[in-house]
């Protein structure tokens, strides 16, 4: 079935950067947007950055001028950079697959995001 790994997760300072990739195999790629999650402890999972049904991004308030989402066709890999990393991004972080003709979402295991200094 529908297989997202993701990668580059880790511990980094406030104020650093960190690249987020998810490798998407077993799908049609361009039938389906990509998008990416969050969920910190205690709190709901959140949309932090995704491509609308148009191909146009859109982003969390708190992530905006910060994060930056982007995808490689060739690759089959969408990609969440992260800067100016805060505490508060700290998160498990969540790749989906949602596909364009009826919505259903396919999702990655997670990787965990830990800002601290």
């Known amino acids: 079935q529908v297989q997202l790994v993701e990668s580059g997760g880790g511990l980094v300072q406030p104020g650093g950067s960190l690249r987020l990739s998810c490798a998407a195999s077993r799908i049609i790629f361009n039938h389906y947007a990509m998008d990416w999650y969050r969920q910190a402890p205690g709190k709901q999972r959140e949309l932090v950055a995704g491509?609308?049904?148009?191909?146009?991004?859109n982003y969390a308030d708190s992530v905006k001028g910060r994060f930056t989402i982007s995808r490689d066709n060739a690759k089959n890999t969408v990609y969440l950079q992260m800067n100016s990393l805060k505490p508060e991004d700290t998160a498990v972080y969540y790749c989906?697959?949602?596909?364009?003709?009826?919505?259903?979402?396919?999702w990655g295991q997670g990787t965990q995001v830990t800002v601290s200094s």
């Open positions: 989906a697959a949602r596909y364009g003709a009826t919505g259903y979402t396919y």
């Open positions: 491509f609308t049904s148009g191909g146009s991004t």
